[in-house]
C-alpha cells in the first residue's frame, strides 16, 4: 500500500516551479502532504481528502484526483526555503493510519 | 506550547540490550504513533495507538512492544536490540484518525546499536 512518489530527486534554481506526484494502486480516500528538512521532524503542509479538490497555501498548490488515485504537489515559483525532502503519505478509507511514500528531494539553489 | 516531545534525542546500544523511548505529547490528541525512517525508505509505521488504553501493529512491529497507559504518553520498547534496528525514531499525534486528520511529529530519537 505504499505510494509511488515521483521523481525521487529534483534541483530547481530560485523561481522554477516543479511538480511532485503521489501514485496508489488502491482507491485513496486521503492524501497527505508533508516537508521535512534535514536532521528535522516532517511538517504538516496540507491534507486532500476524497473528492478531488485542490488546496493551496501561498505558493505551494496540490491536487487530488480520485479516480487516478493520485494527487501533485505544486511548487510555484520556489524560494531557497523550499528545500527539503516531500513526502505524501496515503489514507485509506477504515484504515486508522497512513502509508508514506520514499519521498521527493528537492533543492533549491540561488 | 511543546507540542510532540521525544526522549532520549540519541542513544547508542549494544546488541541485546533493552531500552524504551518515550513520545509525549500536550495536545490532547487521540491518536499517536510510532514510525521509524531509513535512507530511501520513507516513514514506516511500527505501532499505532487510537487512544489510552490501545495498541496496534503497524508495517514494521517485529521486534518492538508498545504501551499507552496514559493518553498523553505513549511508549516504544526494544526488548533486545539488533542492529537491524538503528534508525531515527519519530513519534506523531493527531486528534483524529491518522487519514483524515494532520500528524503532529516530534524532533526524533536517532538511535545506534552496535
Known amino acids: 500500500q505504499q505510494p509511488v512518489q515521483s521523481p525521487q530527486a529534483v534541483i530547481l534554481r530560485e523561481g522554477e516551479d516543479a511538480v511532485i506526484n503521489c501514485s496508489s494502486s488502491?482507491?485513496?480516500?486521503?492524501v497527505h502532504w508533508y516537508r521535512q528538512k534535514h536532521g528535522e521532524a516532517p511538517v504538516f503542509l496540507m491534507i486532500?481528502?476524497?473528492?478531488?479538490e485542490q488546496k493551496g497555501h501561498e505558493k505551494i498548490s496540490a491536487s487530488f484526483n480520485e479516480k487516478k488515485q493520485q494527487s501533485s504537489l505544486y511548487l510555484t515559483a520556489s524560494q531557497l526555503s523550499y528545500s527539503g525532502t516531500y513526502f505524501c503519505?496515503?489514507?485509506?478509507?477504515?484504515?486508522?493510519?497512513?502509508?508514506f511514500g520514499t519521498g521527493t528531494r528537492l533543492t533549491v539553489i540561488p | 506550547n511543546a507540542g510532540v516531545t521525544q526522549t532520549p534525542k540519541f542513544r547508542v546500544l549494544k546488541t541485546g540490550q533493552s531500552m524504551t523511548l518515550l513520545c509525549a505529547q500536550d495536545?490532547?490528541?487521540?491518536?499517536m504513533y510510532w514510525y521509524r525512517q531509513d535512507p530511501g525508505m520513507g516513514l514506516r509505521l511500527i505501532h499505532y495507538?487510537?487512544?489510552?488504553?490501545?495498541?496496534a501493529k503497524g508495517e514494521v512491529p517485529d521486534g518492538y512492544n508498545v504501551s499507552r497507559l496514559k493518553k498523553q504518553n505513549f511508549l516504544l520498547g526494544l526488548e533486545s536490540a539488533a542492529p537491524s534496528q538503528t534508525s531515527v525514531y519519530f513519534c506523531?499525534?493527531?486528534?483524529?484518525?491518522?487519514?483524515?486528520?494532520?500528524?503532529?511529529f516530534g524532533d526524533g530519537t536517532r538511535l545506534s546499536i552496535l
Open positions: 495536545m490532547n490528541h487521540e491518536y
Open positions: 488502491k482507491a485513496l480516500y486521503s
Open positions: 506523531a499525534s493527531s486528534y483524529g484518525s491518522g487519514y483524515s486528520q494532520p500528524q503532529h
Open positions: 486532500l481528502l476524497k473528492g478531488g
Open positions: 503519505g496515503t489514507g485509506y478509507h477504515g484504515a486508522n493510519n497512513l502509508f
Open positions: 495507538s487510537v487512544g489510552e488504553g490501545t495498541t
